[in-house]
């Protein structure tokens, strides 16, 4: 059940919030044996929150998640319970604090149910980088959910969870939510505040929902989003009700669509989806625009394969055994314990970032490779500023694919990049972006990306929700 119909259900008493919980217990006992979306399921902490949020509707205290079953990335830590990132590292580490987003769902009323699988450390696009075991694509299981929110996406499109959080650097939220046939929105740059998300690269992440539909998109982002003074970054900016911009038509939106984001070596049936979404957005009543181009678009990749292992070499740095997580004990030194702490706690992917990143800040290389990269962010985010003086929104694919095969990319690093192809630009010009369901392809679905000016996730919602609206899409469940 959504969000938006369990609300309404609870509110008219229909159901409890027990009952709704002990659904979603179910069906994660029936089919997470096959789909693998949950690190930890915290059933007992579930049922309690639930009894709490019953007492709380009784006294007539609601909100649109009160007591609502929601599913929480074990990147976001959970005060109490077990936050892995994915991670021999962190197998073991419960924080002693709950993250800002957690803090909101829980004064909301909102019951969480487990904490979601994912990439190690949000890096990678499958969710095979975990420490764990890989998570299975529900509408496929032998495929791969995407990442690095894989788990949370998996979790919504199999009934899981009604809502589930995501985190998204370079696309993890909008590439899984493609995957697997589920709403995946990545707010702007500072609307939700990274106050215990653990962190991969600083500049880029950002926390968001994977959910059903549009609408609960839209109350999860009402319920997660707004400044907070424990994170920096944070904008104190106007937090609209985004509900408000659920309409049905898109007269006098102006839409723009890049050339660079439809490269011939697409996959065909990924472009027909697109082609067939524009031309659902055009009947709505809003003006298509082909003429238009963001040059500096092939650059995001090797930027961004720059700037987010240089932030993650130094996020990861505190991992030395001594302050958190696993701690090698063994060594013939206190160089010895850390350096083996490292080389058994982190995974390969990790490794590989933490190289890239000490290499590309290095003496000598700093100027040619970080320097340089910041300087193309800058003008890949001005392309983008251009852009939206004279379009509303961009629409593009999310993926060049649908989901491929578990095991088909592991060893190909490069190929595995490339997956986020599409997404990665939003990340560097820290604009909000949104993916929708927009059809299958061999029985795999495919999304369509909404992009729009900072602060403007309004825009997002009203194109994502007249389109959603049009078609049957969001309707379609996994077979599983
Ligand atoms: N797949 C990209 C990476 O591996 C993006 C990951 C993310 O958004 N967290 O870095």
């Known amino acids: 059940m959504t969000a938006h119909e369990a609300g ?61 079953p929601v599913c929480v990335k074990d990147v976001i830590c959970t005060k109490g319970i077990r936050t892995t990132c994915g991670s021999r590292m962190l197998e073991n580490f419960v924080p ?20 979601a699988n994912m990439d190690e450390f949000a890096m990678g696009s499958s969710t095979e980088n975990s420490a764990f075991f890989p998570t299975h694509n529900p509408w496929d299981l032998e495929r791969v959910p995407g990442g690095s929110s894989g788990g949370s996406a ?35 740059y500072g609307r939700v505040s990274r106050f215990g998300l653990v962190a991969f690269a600083s500049s880029l992440d950002q926390i ?16 997660i989003g707004g400044y907070d003074a424990c994170d920096s970054t944070s904008a104190n900016v106007e ?6 911009f659920l309409q049905r038509d898109l007269r006098g939106m102006r839409i723009g669509i ?52 240089s932030e993650a070499m130094a996020n990861l740095a505190r991992y030395d055994g001594v302050k958190y997580g696993f701690s090698y004990q063994e060594g013939e030194s206190m160089w010895d314990n850390m350096e083996r702490t490292r080389q058994y706690g982190f995974g390969d992917e990790v490794k590989r970032r933490i190289m890239l990143g000490t290499f590309a800040l290095s003496a000598g290389y700093y100027d040619a490779y970080y320097l340089k990269a910041q300087k193309v962010r800058t003008l890949i985010r001005r392309e983008f500023d251009a852009a939206f003086a004279k379009y509303d929104a961009l629409v593009t694919p999310v993926t060049p694919t649908p989901a491929f095969r578990i095991g088909e990319k592991v060893d190909d690093p490069y190929a595995m ?42 825009s997002l919602f009203r194109v994502a929700y007249a389109y959603e609206q049009a078609t049957a899409w969001h309707n379609a469940h996994p077979p599983l």
């Open 154 to 188: 998996a979790a919504a499109a199999a009934g899981e969870c009604s809502v589930a959080l995501g985190s998204d650097t370079g696309g993890s939220i909008r590439q899984p939510g493609a995957f697997c046939g589920v709403v995946g929105l990545k707010p702007t």
């Open 8 to 68: 309404r259900l609870l509110r008219e008493r229909e159901v409890t919030s027990r009952q709704l919980t002990e659904a979603v217990l179910a069906r994660i006992r029936e089919v997470e044996g096959r789909v693998k979306a949950y690190v930890s399921v915290t059933e007992d902490i579930a049922l309690r929150q639930a009894d709490a949020a019953d007492a709380r509707i009784a006294r007539g205290e609601v909100a649109p998640l009160t007591g609502v």
């Open 96 to 115: 002693p604090y709950d993250a800002f987003v957690t803090r909101r769902l829980l004064d909301a009323g909102a019951v969480i149910v487990g904490k």
């Open 208 to 223: 968001g929902p994977l959910t059903r539909d549009v609408e609960d998109a839209a109350i999860t982002l009402n319920c």
């Open 239 to 244: 937090m609209p009700d985004f509900t408000h």
């Open 417 to 458: 990049y490339l997956s986020d192809i599409f997404t990665l630009p939003v990340n560097i010009a820290g604009i909000p972006g949104i993916s929708v369901p927009a059809g299958f392809s061999d029985g795999l679905p495919v999304g369509v990306q909404v992009l729009a000016k900072p602060f403007d996730e309004g």
């Open 258 to 309: 890049p050339r660079e984001y439809l490269p011939d070596e697409m996959d065909a049936s990924v472009r027909q989806s697109f082609e067939e979404a524009v031309t659902v957005m055009q009947s709505l009543g809003a003006t298509v625009d082909r003429d238009v181009s963001l040059p500096t678009t092939p650059y995001a990749l090797a930027v961004y394969y720059i700037i987010a292992p």
